[in-house]
């Protein structure tokens, strides 16, 4: 059934679509991500996802958390760098249940201060984990060579100095500016009507302030190119190599998402899988990415290899780069390619929870409602032109930026 939207009189947005399933998935999307953070709030759109679990004016932490877990449900939520989500997986007699208890941890917690000082221990505990992870801590440190001096290029956790420094008041501040009617969406996924999804939310949001919100991201600084080496004690090399991309709203996406997959996409059959593992082995994991925000992309490769080969591995991720450049894809090599990645596609979306959180945050960041079969469509429509063309304008040699933990 097609996807349907709603907008109630505080402003706040709804997007449905139904399942004929047990199970109910549902959410909401704030516009509260690092890229809204003002410098003295480092690190805070995450410290207040961790908080929003901690007490609301009717519920304590161990009421919050037992809610949805008595009845076999779950409840969670993530920080990126657009937007924190809130999101639930319940049967659908429980999604009464779940809508609830989503909207009091949203706009109803009280941040106290006993639970601050204890929880942000815990942040803490997860920034030194993360730092243990070079395969995992290099992502960030390369969006920030990408983004230098931006929002974007800031490390979601914040840093242990600030954060300890945090109060109630701190996160009310930061909740009373972004946790707001007009910057929230509503998804659901399942077999509950629109008619009750749209009733039930606006009895539950109509003591939310709907007065309008403009917010105004900060415009991006040109984009230069980098190389840095980083000395590290690990055991091997850590390498990405990409640049900067399309946004969301950029009718290219479609030819680089597609050139992304070709290259070093999930498949064993990539480019760089059959390059650098199957006949070189010098790797174990090569992979490349497209991130797309709604002004700006991110397209990356990561490899990791023993450090006395990564010279040799660079050139060869180099060599694969340059034959999409300069070799246009066969008729039956970009048919194939095709068909791979709507494939892939098709496959995905039949994951339920990752389905419902598209299509909730497709709605909140683009206004559109998330359709696989348009995306197909467009896909395959595409030439061979047009991904010799976009390989020509955003895999350029003197584009890419490189970082290495070596």
């Given at each position: 059934?097609?996807?349907?939207?709603?907008?109630?009189?505080?402003?706040?947005?709804i997007v449905w679509q139904h399942k004929a399933s047990p199970v109910v998935y549902c959410g909401y999307v704030i516009a509260a991500g690092t890229r809204h953070e003002e410098p003295k709030d480092l690190g805070m759109a995450h410290f207040l996802e961790h908080m929003s679990f901690k007490g609301t004016e009717r519920r304590r932490a161990y009421h919050i958390n037992n809610y949805l877990e008595r009845v076999g449900g779950d409840l969670n939520a993530f920080t990126n760098k657009l937007e924190t989500v809130y999101h639930a997986t319940v049967l659908k007699k429980d999604f009464a249940r779940a809508a609830d208890i989503l909207t009091d941890i949203v706009f109803h917690s009280q941040y106290p201060q006993h639970e601050i000082e204890r929880e942000v221990e815990v942040i803490c505990d997860e920034i030194?984990?993360?730092?243990?992870?070079?395969?995992?801590?290099?992502?960030?440190?390369?969006?920030?060579?990408?983004?230098?001096?931006?929002?974007?290029?800031?490390?979601?956790?914040?840093?242990?100095?600030?954060?300890?420094?945090?109060?109630?008041?701190?996160?009310?501040?930061?909740?009373?500016?972004?946790?707001?009617?007009?910057?929230?969406?509503?998804?659901?996924?399942?077999?509950?009507?629109?008619?009750?999804?749209?009733?039930?939310?606006?009895?539950?949001?109509?003591?939310?302030?709907?007065?309008?919100?403009?917010?105004?991201?900060?415009?991006?600084?040109?984009?230069?190119?980098?190389?840095?080496?980083?000395?590290?004690?690990?055991?091997?090399?850590?390498?990405?190599?990409?640049?900067?991309?399309?946004?969301?709203?950029?009718?290219?996406?479609?030819?680089?998402?597609?050139?992304?997959?070709?290259?070093?996409?999930?498949?064993?059959?990539?480019?760089?899988?059959?390059?650098?593992?199957?006949?070189?082995?010098?790797?174990?994991?090569?992979?490349?990415?497209?991130?797309?925000?709604?002004?700006?992309?991110?397209?990356?490769?990561?490899?990791?290899?023993?450090?006395?080969?990564?010279?040799?591995?660079?050139?060869?991720?180099?060599?694969?780069?340059?034959?999409?450049?300069?070799?246009?894809?066969?008729?039956?090599?970009?048919?194939?390619?095709?068909?791979?990645?709507?494939?892939?596609?098709?496959?995905?979306?039949?994951?339920?929870?990752?389905?419902?959180?598209?299509?909730?945050?497709?709605?909140?960041?683009?206004?559109?409602?998330?359709?696989?079969?348009?995306?197909?469509?467009?896909?395959?429509?595409?030439?061979?032109?047009?991904?010799?063309?976009?390989?020509?304008?955003?895999?350029?040699?003197?584009?890419?930026?490189?970082?290495?933990?070596?």
């Amino acid at each position: 059934m097609t996807p349907q939207t709603f907008t109630l009189p505080n402003g706040l947005r709804i997007v449905w679509q139904h399942k004929a399933s047990p199970v109910v998935y549902c959410g909401y999307v704030i516009a509260a991500g690092t890229r809204h953070e003002e410098p003295k709030d480092l690190g805070m759109a995450h410290f207040l996802e961790h908080m929003s679990f901690k007490g609301t004016e009717r519920r304590r932490a161990y009421h919050i958390n037992n809610y949805l877990e008595r009845v076999g449900g779950d409840l969670n939520a993530f920080t990126n760098k657009l937007e924190t989500v809130y999101h639930a997986t319940v049967l659908k007699k429980d999604f009464a249940r779940a809508a609830d208890i989503l909207t009091d941890i949203v706009f109803h917690s009280q941040y106290p201060q006993h639970e601050i000082e204890r929880e942000v221990e815990v942040i803490c505990d997860e920034i030194d984990s993360y730092k243990d992870s070079p395969s995992e801590l290099i992502f960030d440190e390369f969006e920030a060579m990408l983004f230098e001096g931006h929002p974007l290029g800031r490390d979601v956790l914040g840093s242990k100095r600030r954060l300890r420094e945090y109060s109630t008041s701190d996160a009310r501040r930061f909740a009373e500016r972004y946790y707001r009617a007009p910057l929230a969406t509503f998804f659901v996924y399942g077999d509950v009507s629109f008619a009750s999804v749209k009733r039930y939310v606006q009895r539950l949001t109509a003591d939310l302030d709907g007065s309008p919100v403009c917010l105004t991201p900060q415009p991006l600084p040109p984009y230069r190119p980098q190389e840095r080496t980083v000395h590290r004690e690990t055991h091997q090399a850590h390498v990405m190599l990409g640049a900067r991309a399309v946004g969301g709203r950029d009718e290219r996406r479609f030819a680089l998402s597609l050139l992304n997959n070709i290259l070093g996409g999930p498949g064993m059959n990539s480019r760089l899988t059959a390059s650098l593992r199957e006949r070189a082995g010098l790797v174990y994991t090569v992979d490349s990415y497209l991130f797309a925000y709604p002004d700006t992309g991110v397209w990356e490769v990561y490899f990791g290899c023993d450090k006395k080969d990564v010279a040799r591995c660079l050139r060869m991720v180099r060599r694969e780069i340059e034959r999409l450049i300069e070799k246009p894809l066969s008729a039956a090599a970009l048919a194939a390619a095709k068909k791979q990645l709507v494939g892939q596609m098709g496959i995905g979306a039949d994951n339920n929870e990752n389905y419902a959180l598209t299509l909730g945050k497709t709605f909140a960041h683009f206004g559109v409602v998330y359709d696989p079969e348009e995306t197909a469509r467009r896909i395959n429509a595409l030439t061979a032109e047009d991904l010799q063309r976009a390989a020509a304008e955003f895999f350029s040699p003197s584009r890419l930026t490189t970082l290495v933990y070596c």
